[in-house]
């Protein structure tokens, strides 16, 4: 009886610091205001559309929009997709981070070229992996910024898209997190 009364005890005290922990504050801005520039991709890519809710993604939220890349008369014309996702509190995106995201990707092989390391994101990761069936790889960036979950794929076309690209897209969602978020770049970033 007494074991089991620690156990209610510690399972209120766990639930209880989620309910009480605190909440984001009111933003000035939208998730879409997050979205980067078509000028940080490849010169021959454009926005395919408008922002849309990125539906049945187990990152989801109330706030979450994402935006596609990529040369329009390609079939399949989508060569890339930014994603963003606000929670209600830096500890909920944290916890969906770790515990939603990195699992997703645990088969992604990381890329020993790729150095760069974000100086804003709480967190980040970057991989790739072989889709079947598709003839390039894909890799995909994501970072937890605060409250949010910025996640960026791209499939990794030879002669079209490269690692340079890739990371010119990441420094500029960090320039992009660091202004809307109130944070310092790192000189040189």
């Not at 089991?4 to 510690?10: D, E, F, R, Y």
């Not at 990125?54 to 890339?80: C, H, I, N, W």
């Not at 894909?138 to 490269?162: D, K, L, N």
């Amino acid at each position: 009886m007494m074991s089991l009364t620690a156990l209610v005890m510690l399972l209120l005290i766990v639930c209880g610091c989620w309910l009480w922990e605190t909440r984001a504050p009111q933003r000035s801005f939208t998730p879409e205001d997050l979205l980067v520039s078509p000028q940080v991709m490849p010169s021959s890519w454009q926005t395919l559309g408008e922002p849309f809710l990125p539906a049945g993604d187990e990152l989801v939220s109330r706030e979450s929009t994402a935006l596609r890349f990529g040369v329009a008369d390609r079939e399949p014309p989508t060569q890339a997709e930014q994603a963003v996702y606000r929670y209600d509190s830096t500890g909920i995106a944290k916890r969906k981070f770790e515990i939603v995201y990195l699992p997703q990707v645990r088969y992604f092989e990381l890329v020993s070229e790729w150095t760069y390391q974000s100086q804003i994101a709480d967190q980040s990761y970057f991989g790739c992996y072989n889709w079947e069936g598709h003839a390039t790889p894909v890799c995909e960036w994501a970072g937890q910024y605060e409250e949010y979950i910025v996640v960026f794929r791209v499939h990794m076309t030879p002669g079209e898209v490269s690692l340079t690209d890739v990371e010119r897209v990441v420094r500029a969602i960090d320039a992009r997190m660091a202004a809307y978020l109130g944070k310092p770049l790192e000189s040189g970033d």
